[in-house]
Protein backbone atom coordinates (compact mmCIF):
# COMPACT_ATOMS: atom_id res chain seq x y z
CA UNK A 1 0.00 0.00 0.00
CA UNK A 2 0.77 3.29 -1.13
CA UNK A 3 2.42 5.19 1.95
CA UNK A 4 0.77 8.96 2.68
CA UNK A 5 2.10 11.76 4.62
CA UNK A 6 0.27 14.21 6.74
CA UNK A 7 1.02 17.29 8.61
CA UNK A 8 1.07 16.58 12.02
CA UNK A 9 -1.66 19.45 13.78
CA UNK A 10 -3.20 21.96 11.70
CA UNK A 11 -5.58 24.64 13.17
CA UNK A 12 -8.84 26.05 12.18
CA UNK A 13 -11.22 28.77 13.22
CA UNK A 14 -14.75 27.91 14.22
CA UNK A 15 -16.93 28.47 11.21
CA UNK A 16 -13.86 28.52 8.41
CA UNK A 17 -13.26 25.75 6.01
CA UNK A 18 -10.75 23.58 7.34
CA UNK A 19 -8.51 22.43 4.35
CA UNK A 20 -6.67 19.27 5.28
CA UNK A 21 -3.38 18.19 3.02
CA UNK A 22 -2.35 14.44 2.26
CA UNK A 23 0.63 13.09 0.34
CA UNK A 24 0.43 9.89 -1.39
CA UNK A 25 2.95 10.04 -4.38
CA UNK A 26 3.78 6.52 -4.66
CA UNK A 27 0.12 5.80 -5.00
CA UNK A 28 -0.66 3.43 -7.51
CA UNK A 29 -4.05 3.21 -10.34
CA UNK A 30 -6.27 0.98 -8.15
CA UNK A 31 -5.44 2.38 -4.83
CA UNK A 32 -8.36 4.35 -3.21
CA UNK A 33 -8.15 7.06 -0.81
CA UNK A 34 -9.86 7.15 2.66
CA UNK A 35 -10.25 9.28 5.48
CA UNK A 36 -11.16 8.81 9.12
CA UNK A 37 -10.78 10.68 12.20
CA UNK A 38 -11.12 9.90 15.60
CA UNK A 39 -12.45 12.16 18.11
CA UNK A 40 -10.98 11.98 21.61
CA UNK A 41 -11.32 8.96 23.37
CA UNK A 42 -13.48 7.30 20.75
CA UNK A 43 -13.15 4.78 18.33
CA UNK A 44 -12.23 6.22 14.23
CA UNK A 45 -15.01 6.89 11.98
CA UNK A 46 -15.13 6.69 8.51
CA UNK A 47 -15.40 10.17 6.90
CA UNK A 48 -15.16 9.86 2.89
CA UNK A 49 -13.00 8.13 0.27
CA UNK A 50 -12.58 8.29 -3.28
CA UNK A 51 -10.74 6.96 -6.59
CA UNK A 52 -10.16 9.89 -8.56
CA UNK A 53 -13.17 12.24 -8.84
CA UNK A 54 -13.78 14.68 -6.07
CA UNK A 55 -16.02 13.26 -3.70
CA UNK A 56 -19.03 15.13 -0.97
CA UNK A 57 -21.34 13.95 1.51
CA UNK A 58 -22.84 15.06 4.41
CA UNK A 59 -19.72 15.11 6.54
CA UNK A 60 -16.73 16.65 4.51
CA UNK A 61 -15.49 16.86 0.54
CA UNK A 62 -13.00 15.08 -1.15
CA UNK A 63 -10.57 16.73 -3.97
CA UNK A 64 -7.87 14.66 -5.41
CA UNK A 65 -5.43 16.51 -7.98
CA UNK A 66 -5.42 14.97 -11.52
CA UNK A 67 -1.96 13.08 -10.74
CA UNK A 68 -3.75 11.59 -7.89
CA UNK A 69 -0.14 12.39 -5.73
CA UNK A 70 -2.33 14.43 -3.45
CA UNK A 71 -5.85 15.22 -2.10
CA UNK A 72 -6.79 17.26 0.21
CA UNK A 73 -10.36 17.02 3.30
CA UNK A 74 -11.80 20.15 3.62
CA UNK A 75 -14.80 20.22 6.42
CA UNK A 76 -16.59 23.45 4.78
CA UNK A 77 -17.80 24.97 8.28
CA UNK A 78 -15.53 23.19 10.89
CA UNK A 79 -16.89 23.31 14.54
CA UNK A 80 -15.47 22.66 17.31
CA UNK A 81 -17.09 18.93 17.09
CA UNK A 82 -14.38 18.90 14.51
CA UNK A 83 -11.34 18.76 16.76
CA UNK A 84 -9.79 15.47 16.63
CA UNK A 85 -6.98 13.39 14.62
CA UNK A 86 -7.67 13.23 11.07
CA UNK A 87 -6.49 9.73 9.48
CA UNK A 88 -5.43 9.45 5.47
CA UNK A 89 -5.38 6.04 4.38
CA UNK A 90 -4.93 4.63 0.91
CA UNK A 91 -5.94 1.42 0.10
CA UNK A 92 -6.50 -1.53 -2.78
CA UNK A 93 -10.30 -3.00 -3.13
CA UNK A 94 -10.00 -6.04 -2.67
CA UNK A 95 -12.84 -8.31 -1.46
CA UNK A 96 -10.68 -10.76 0.53
CA UNK A 97 -7.96 -8.19 2.54
CA UNK A 98 -9.73 -4.87 3.69
CA UNK A 99 -7.57 -4.07 6.69
CA UNK A 100 -6.84 -0.38 6.83
CA UNK A 101 -2.90 0.79 8.33
CA UNK A 102 -3.46 4.10 10.27
CA UNK A 103 -0.63 6.51 9.84
CA UNK A 104 -0.19 9.34 12.40
CA UNK A 105 -2.28 11.56 11.28
CA UNK A 106 -3.42 15.32 11.11
CA UNK A 107 -4.62 16.69 14.79
CA UNK A 108 -6.70 19.39 13.90
CA UNK A 109 -7.84 21.90 16.44
CA UNK A 110 -11.13 24.26 15.82
CA UNK A 111 -10.67 27.40 17.94
CA UNK A 112 -13.67 29.48 18.68
CA UNK B 1 -28.64 0.97 14.69
CA UNK B 2 -26.93 0.08 17.99
CA UNK B 3 -23.81 0.06 16.29
CA UNK B 4 -20.73 -1.89 17.35
CA UNK B 5 -20.97 -2.66 20.69
CA UNK B 6 -17.56 -3.48 23.16
CA UNK B 7 -17.67 -4.84 26.49
CA UNK B 8 -15.73 -4.15 29.11
CA UNK B 9 -15.62 -0.36 28.26
CA UNK B 10 -13.15 -0.72 31.30
CA UNK B 11 -10.92 -3.06 32.70
CA UNK B 12 -8.18 -3.14 35.31
CA UNK B 13 -6.67 -6.30 36.18
CA UNK B 14 -3.55 -7.70 37.69
CA UNK B 15 -0.34 -8.68 35.70
CA UNK B 16 -0.86 -12.55 35.02
CA UNK B 17 -4.57 -12.53 35.02
CA UNK B 18 -5.94 -13.48 32.17
CA UNK B 19 -8.60 -11.25 30.27
CA UNK B 20 -11.01 -11.26 27.60
CA UNK B 21 -12.85 -8.22 25.60
CA UNK B 22 -15.44 -9.15 23.99
CA UNK B 23 -17.20 -7.66 20.71
CA UNK B 24 -20.59 -7.63 18.60
CA UNK B 25 -20.52 -6.43 15.07
CA UNK B 26 -22.95 -4.88 13.35
CA UNK B 27 -25.91 -7.04 12.50
CA UNK B 28 -24.66 -8.21 8.69
CA UNK B 29 -21.29 -7.32 8.35
CA UNK B 30 -19.30 -9.86 7.58
CA UNK B 31 -16.08 -8.82 8.41
CA UNK B 32 -14.79 -7.99 11.71
CA UNK B 33 -11.48 -6.12 12.86
CA UNK B 34 -9.29 -6.19 16.26
CA UNK B 35 -7.33 -2.93 16.71
CA UNK B 36 -4.95 -1.91 19.98
CA UNK B 37 -4.22 1.73 20.30
CA UNK B 38 -1.01 2.97 22.33
CA UNK B 39 0.27 6.25 22.58
CA UNK B 40 3.79 4.85 21.58
CA UNK B 41 2.84 2.79 18.58
CA UNK B 42 -0.36 4.46 17.56
CA UNK B 43 -3.62 2.13 16.32
CA UNK B 44 -3.02 -0.85 14.97
CA UNK B 45 -4.47 -3.94 13.36
CA UNK B 46 -4.28 -7.30 15.34
CA UNK B 47 -6.43 -9.74 13.51
CA UNK B 48 -9.28 -9.64 11.19
CA UNK B 49 -12.17 -12.29 10.59
CA UNK B 50 -14.44 -12.72 6.99
CA UNK B 51 -17.26 -14.83 7.65
CA UNK B 52 -16.15 -15.99 11.06
CA UNK B 53 -13.11 -17.12 9.76
CA UNK B 54 -9.28 -15.45 10.73
CA UNK B 55 -7.72 -14.31 7.45
CA UNK B 56 -4.85 -12.18 8.90
CA UNK B 57 -3.15 -12.48 12.58
CA UNK B 58 0.20 -11.24 11.91
CA UNK B 59 -0.60 -8.55 13.79
CA UNK B 60 -1.08 -10.72 17.21
CA UNK B 61 2.10 -9.35 19.19
CA UNK B 62 2.81 -13.09 20.59
CA UNK B 63 1.20 -16.21 22.06
CA UNK B 64 -0.91 -15.01 24.87
CA UNK B 65 -3.00 -12.98 22.60
CA UNK B 66 -5.52 -15.35 20.86
CA UNK B 67 -9.09 -14.00 18.93
CA UNK B 68 -12.24 -15.82 18.13
CA UNK B 69 -15.36 -15.49 15.91
CA UNK B 70 -17.76 -18.60 17.20
CA UNK B 71 -20.66 -16.95 15.20
CA UNK B 72 -21.60 -13.81 13.03
CA UNK B 73 -22.63 -11.63 16.32
CA UNK B 74 -19.71 -12.44 18.35
CA UNK B 75 -16.35 -12.16 18.90
CA UNK B 76 -13.71 -12.28 21.59
CA UNK B 77 -10.15 -11.21 22.50
CA UNK B 78 -8.25 -12.92 24.73
CA UNK B 79 -4.59 -11.92 26.67
CA UNK B 80 -3.20 -14.52 28.95
CA UNK B 81 -1.38 -14.02 31.13
CA UNK B 82 -1.64 -10.30 31.04
CA UNK B 83 1.68 -8.39 31.05
CA UNK B 84 1.12 -4.33 31.65
CA UNK B 85 2.57 -3.82 28.42
CA UNK B 86 -0.69 -5.14 27.03
CA UNK B 87 -2.47 -2.26 28.24
CA UNK B 88 -3.67 0.15 25.56
CA UNK B 89 -7.02 1.14 24.60
CA UNK B 90 -8.82 -1.95 22.03
CA UNK B 91 -11.20 -1.31 19.11
CA UNK B 92 -13.41 -3.67 17.61
CA UNK B 93 -14.71 -2.67 14.58
CA UNK B 94 -16.91 -4.50 11.88
CA UNK B 95 -17.66 -3.66 7.45
CA UNK B 96 -19.73 -5.18 4.96
CA UNK B 97 -17.26 -7.32 3.10
CA UNK B 98 -18.09 -6.91 -0.80
CA UNK B 99 -19.07 -3.29 -0.87
CA UNK B 100 -15.69 -2.23 -2.28
CA UNK B 101 -15.20 0.14 0.16
CA UNK B 102 -12.88 0.22 3.56
CA UNK B 103 -16.09 1.64 5.54
CA UNK B 104 -14.94 0.48 9.28
CA UNK B 105 -17.58 0.99 11.85
CA UNK B 106 -15.46 1.23 14.53
CA UNK B 107 -17.00 0.25 18.73
CA UNK B 108 -16.25 2.79 21.89
CA UNK B 109 -12.95 0.47 22.59
CA UNK B 110 -12.22 -1.30 25.82
CA UNK B 111 -9.64 0.91 27.91
CA UNK B 112 -7.33 -2.00 29.71
CA UNK B 113 -4.84 -1.24 32.42
CA UNK B 114 -2.56 -4.17 33.70
CA UNK B 115 -0.64 -3.10 37.11
Known amino acids: DAKTTQPPSMDCAEGRAANLPCNHS???????VYWYRQIHSQGPQYIIH???NNETNEMASLIITEDRKSSTLILPHATLRDTAVYYC?????????????FGTGTRLTVIP | DAGVIQSPRHEVTEMGQEVTLRCKPI?????LFWYRQTMMRGLELLIY????????DSGMPEDRFSAKMPNASFSTLKIQPSEPRDSAVYFC?????????????FGPGTRLTVT
Open chain 2, 49 to 56: FNNNVPID
Open chain 2, 93 to 105: ASSLRGTGGYEQY
Open chain 1, 26 to 32: TISGNEY
Open chain 2, 27 to 31: SGHNS
Open chain 1, 89 to 101: IVRVEQTGANNLF
Open chain 1, 50 to 52: GLK
